[in-house]
């Protein structure tokens, strides 16, 4: 059927319109402590497939809430960015010849552009990289804090090599048959000295406090069953729970801040001379993993040799990197501290915004993103650098969608390109379809049938707001009209009304139509 309407030039404009208004963005500062909102989704991990449809799912969900709250009068900061470090994006790049760097440029732009395209309220001026050295340096400022508590440590341990990866993983990026969940090879157990943040010191604390946070259920039973505490015979208490293992044997991610000296040991970057920044490489071979149980960093040593910073005595860096979840695991804190450059985050400011008001994420990481953003935030309160113990006091998290049955891949000819759905029907239609497939928080199948639907809604809804009063449409908003004793411009305001937070282009350009002045997704919300 189509719709009646030239979608692509109704949702271009809005978004330019939008943008240039800097309809979606906040004074930080001066917003009235009462009615603020911090509403945040975790910000995506741009792999060069660009953003897929469970994305799609994810961000218009959280979106609608945003702008659903926004009409209640609140004012809503809701910030997206890009965890550009890890292992994903340096093997694609190293598969394609580029520079990780190089190639996380031009996936970022792309799912900026697909982000905009989707319609959502982003306040882009708070956007953040995690590969972006003035945020990687307070990245490794958080990490010397952790250090200097006493809650990060080198140890000779047992871990877990990835032999494709050439790199140890966290257990917690093991799959249940061995496999590493990023590349599914084989993952071995060696003995290496590696980097450790004690995050057992706070199990207890971590099993405790979930009674208190509006997380579903399934959600808060994944963390209590990876916590694993348990009580033998004799009284004693056991955690399965164990260190959380960074440090990756790999070029792409935020070099580990520690100095190791003959005489002093291992010795922490000073502050002043933090973000210690990768080295610049010409020739992408050179970042390739060895496989010797040293980063390619080791192969650098101009960048490696360093005076160290109590004696003065000829040293070396510390040449592994951390995992990218270091990176996710303060992140919420920066967003509203972005444009801060002296600083990990103004005190001020996240007194005023944090804790996150709601957080959407997703199912799989319950056991590692949001355990490990727990932990760090309870060291922080525990070191008085923030004043809360929980970063995310309510947690809603998404299902999985799927096709036929099975779970979205290439492989099974079965995904669902967000670029095309949006390029063949609009965002309007890509995000009402997603939204109402299933419910948000539950798996299911997403069904093409529901886009034509949709279509023939908003095709109705156009008819009504814009046809003259008399034809079929008219006389059905009429008789509606009629039942809740009011006039059909008032209904048609009201559904217009309604509608918006979910298919935002349309309902503005129908808002502006009907003679309103002010756009509708700063207009209050009807009843």
């Known amino acids: 059927m189509g719709l009646p309407y030239d979608f692509r030039e109704i949702e271009r404009r809005w978004q330019a319109r939008w943008s240039r208004d800097r ?10 402590d009462s009615r603020t909102i911090y509403n945040l989704v975790e910000f995506p991990y741009p792999s060069a497939e660009g953003l897929h449809i469970g994305h799609a799912l994810t961000y218009s969900g959280a979106d609608v809430w945003g702008r659903f709250q926004r009409r209640l009068g609140t004012t809503v900061f809701q910030p997206i960015g890009f965890d550009a470090f890890g292992i994903n994006a340096e093997n694609y790049a190293l598969r394609t010849g580029q520079h990780p760097a190089t190639l996380m440029a031009a996936t970022t732009v792309n799912y900026r552009r697909q982000l905009e395209a989707l319609g959502g309220a982003w306040s882009w001026e708070a956007t953040l990289t995690t590969n972006d050295p003035q945020y990687y340096r307070w990245t490794r400022w958080v990490f010397l804090r952790l250090f200097h508590a006493g809650l990060a440590y080198q140890a000779e341990a047992p871990v877990l090599w990835c032999r494709a990866c050439q790199t140890v993983l966290a257990r917690e990026q093991v799959e249940a048959n061995g496999r590493c969940e990023r590349c599914d090879a084989q993952v071995d157990e060696r003995v290496m000295r590696q980097w450790f943040l004690r995050i057992t010191a706070y199990a207890e ?3 405790a406090g979930l009674d208190d946070l509006d997380w579903p259920e399934s959600a808060k039973n994944k963390q209590r069953a990876w916590i694993g505490r348990s009580v033998d015979e004799n009284g004693t208490v056991s955690m399965r729970l164990h260190d959380w293992l960074i440090s990756r044997q790999r070029f792409w991610g935020p070099p580990i801040p520690i100095i190791h000296c003959a005489s002093c040991g291992a010795v922490p970057v000073p502050d002043e001379d933090l973000p210690v920044v990768l080295p610049e490489v010409d020739d992408p071979a050179a970042i390739r993993p060895t496989g010797s149980g040293r980063s390619p960093l080791a192969n650098f040593p101009d960048w490696v040799r360093v005076p160290c910073p109590r004696c003065g005595a000829g040293a070396e860096r510390e040449t592994d990197v951390s995992d990218t979840f270091v990176d996710s695991a ?15 985050w103004d005190v001020d400011r996240t007194r005023r915004w944090l804790p996150i008001d709601q957080y959407a994420g997703g199912p799989e990481h ?12 309870m060291a922080l309160h525990d070191m008085d650098l923030v004043s809360f113990g929980e970063p995310f006091p309510r947690l809603r998290v998404h299902g999985m969608l799927t096709m036929g049955g099975a779970k979205m891949s290439k492989s099974r000819g079965n995904v669902v390109n967000p670029d095309e759905l949006i390029a063949d029907h609009g965002a309007d239609v890509t995000r009402v ?21 949709v279509e023939r809604f908003l095709a109705r809804l156009w008819r009504v707001a814009t046809g003259p009063v008399g034809d079929a449409g008219s006389e059905h908003v009429a008789d ?12 048609v305001r009201a559904l217009v009304s309604l509608v918006a937070p979910f298919a935002p282009h349309v309902a503005e350009e129908l808002w502006r139509g009907l003679g309103e002045v002010q756009s509708v997704h700063t207009s209050p919300w009807p009843g």
């Open 23 to 32: 309809q979606n963005e906040v004074d930080l500062d001066g917003a009235d």
């Open 205 to 207: 604390r971590l099993l």
């Open 330 to 344: 303060w992140y919420f804190l920066r967003f509203p501290s972005a444009d801060v450059a002296d600083r990990p």
């Open 366 to 377: 319950v056991t590692r993103h949001h355990l490990y953003a727990r932990f760090v935030t």
């Open 433 to 453: 379809a997603l939204l109402f497939t299933r419910p948000w928080d539950a798996d299911g199948d997403f069904d093409p049938a529901v886009v034509t639907g």
């Open 480 to 491: 509606t009209a009629r039942r809740v004793t009011a006039d059909i411009a008032e209904v």
